[in-house]
């Protein structure tokens, strides 16, 4: 065990793995754009946390991860402990650790944030459990004795397997169903290769194979399978459904040749660029199959700078487009998705139109402008965010031969839902509780998560709208408590 320097962060610098070389993700290189720390980087990084009393990374997580303890387990090289002492709190620590927004969570809450660099915690986070699984660590389940309970868990995304596998843990069978052939939902489909890996998926699926939970994918709940026979057959339902209706802004012209909904984009291109013979299959929750236009040369507008609008606009680069640009109706200040995400797409040339209000597509058979105006911030809507006011006699055209729509996703609930009793709102979220935020009604004496039938609890983005994926975690994971508590007491 190694001594802790107090002022560790005056003499180390913060730092970042190596990236991805700026001209080869210009010219499509789609692996992922951060590295791995080496033992020795994540010594030194993981040797910068303070250890403040008010440990405030744990505090700006939603799983209120033990980050200063795995830290110094990790400065220490004692990786095995490390990597079950982040599996305690987070389910996926190797998939947050590649995905979350670190810059607006825990990194953004960290006390050395402001002026000295906050702790590289999602890098040193990935590090420890990539290393931890390459020893042959698996989780421990030797105190979960199997207590012959049975969940079926509806969707293979980040709050279903988390759900999944706290019900492993306490020695509940869970088996998921998934419409997709691959675990992850759009963790697998809808995240770019250029974030999370394949590979990193297909390595966590077998972890949670090895702890019992049973998958049944390319099985859609109420086409290969009835919901009433999942009620019939299981002790609970947990519903991880996610959130894949994109919000329409209903612009003039969005039915213009090569104007494209940013799911069905990146699923399609996801599929192509992982190149596993799925590529030319309809796409799970859209009736047709879209066309993918080819970008090499084309002037491309993603419309939305949420971290979906990141997701296309970096995309579009490594796919050969001549420019990308982003138009966001607020400020940079406002943007809703990652500032670092922001930050690696204006390095890889995207331009950033903010304050502008898309208010037509244009062009004739095919789509060749969008019509914008220019905005101002004015007073805060109901959830306090100052609302975008159009600048009259600002409109100007935006010359564009590919439109992305990316302006945000919400619930579509399956008819099902209504036929078996569980109430959704008026916005399609499931209804469960405690109260969440946009509920007219808490069931008053419900477990954490459970719906409107008792048998059935609900999470992630199908609850609370299109969020991060740590969020969804979190739901996933807590819900599983409230199922183990309604069938263990």
């Known amino acids: 065990m190694t001594k802790k320097a107090i002022f560790d962060f005056l003499e180390r610098e913060r730092a970042m793995p190596a990236r991805i070389p700026l001209q080869l993700r210009r010219d499509g290189d789609w692996g992922e754009l951060y590295g791995r720390f080496g033992e020795d980087e994540a010594k030194h990084q993981a040797g910068r946390c303070l250890d403040c009393g008010n440990p405030y990374c744990s505090w700006g997580c939603p799983l209120h991860n033990r980050i200063p303890q795995w830290l110094e387990l990790a400065r220490e090289g004692r990786i095995i402990e490390a990597a079950a002492l982040c599996h305690e709190t987070n389910p996926l620590p190797e998939i947050c650790g590649r995905v979350c927004p670190q810059d607006r969570l825990?990194?953004?809450?960290?006390?050395?944030?402001?002026?000295?660099?906050?702790?590289?915690?999602?890098a040193v986070e990935k590090y420890i459990v990539d290393a931890a699984l390459a020893q042959g660590w698996t989780p421990d389940l030797s105190q979960a004795p199997a207590t012959g309970k049975r969940v079926a868990i509806v969707g293979a995304g980040p709050a279903g397997l988390a759900c999944a596998d706290r019900l492993a843990r306490a020695g509940i069978a869970a088996t998921v169903f998934d419409r997709y052939e691959k675990i992850g939902g759009l963790l697998h489909f809808g995240i770019p290769t250029f974030k999370l890996e394949r590979a990193v998926l297909d390595q966590r699926h077998g972890v949670l194979a090895g702890m019992g939970v049973q998958f049944r994918l390319g099985m859609e709940v109420g086409r290969d399978v009835s919901m009433q026979s999942l009620l019939d057959d299981f002790d609970a339902v947990f519903l991880g459904i996610g959130s894949y209706r994109y919000t329409d802004?209903?612009?003039?012209?969005?039915?213009?040749?090569?104007v494209l909904p940013a799911l069905p984009f990146l699923v399609q291109n996801g599929r192509i660029v992982i190149g596993d013979g799925t590529e030319g299959r309809a796409i799970a929750g859209w009736e047709d199959q879209i066309a993918l236009p080819d970008l090499k040369g084309k002037r491309v507008v993603v419309l939305g700078g949420g971290d979906t609008g990141m997701d296309c606009v970096r995309s579009a680069i490594r796919l050969g487009a001549a420019g990308v640009q982003c138009v966001y109706r607020r400020d940079e200040a406002n943007m809703p998705g990652s500032a670092r995400e922001v930050a690696n797409a204006r390095?890889?040339?995207?331009?950033?139109?903010?304050?502008?209000q898309p208010l037509a597509l244009l062009g004739e058979g095919s789509?060749?402008?969008?019509?914008?105006?220019?905005?101002?911030?004015?007073?805060?809507?109901a959830r306090g965010r100052r609302n975008a006011e159009?600048?009259?006699g600002s409109e100007s055209e935006l010359e564009a031969d590919v439109v992305i729509i990316a302006f945000g996703f919400q619930p579509d609930p399956p008819a099902w839902l209504a036929e078996l009793g569980i109430d959704s709102e008026a916005n399609g979220r499931i209804r469960v509780a405690p109260k969440?935020?946009?509920?007219?009604?808490?069931?008053?004496?419900?477990?954490p998560y459970q719906t409107t039938n008792p048998k059935v609890f609900a999470g992630g983005d199908g609850v609370r709208g299109a969020d991060l994926v740590v969020t969804a975690v979190q739901e996933g994971r807590d819900a599983a408590a409230g199922i183990a508590r309604l069938l263990l007491g």
Do not use: H, M, Y
């Not at 789509?367 to 809507?381: H, I, K, M, Q």
């Not at 969440?436 to 477990?447: E, F, V």
């Open 249 to 258: 802004g209903r612009l003039p012209g969005q039915d213009l040749r090569n």
């Open 367 to 381: 789509v060749s402008a969008v019509r914008v105006a220019e905005t101002r911030l004015g007073e805060p809507d």
């Open 390 to 392: 159009v600048v009259a």
């Open 106 to 122: 825990c990194e953004g809450s960290c006390t050395l944030n402001d002026g000295f660099g906050a702790v590289t915690i999602g």
């Open 436 to 447: 969440p935020r946009g509920c007219t009604k808490p069931a008053s004496d419900a477990l």
């Open 347 to 356: 390095e890889e040339g995207v331009e950033f139109l903010f304050n502008r």
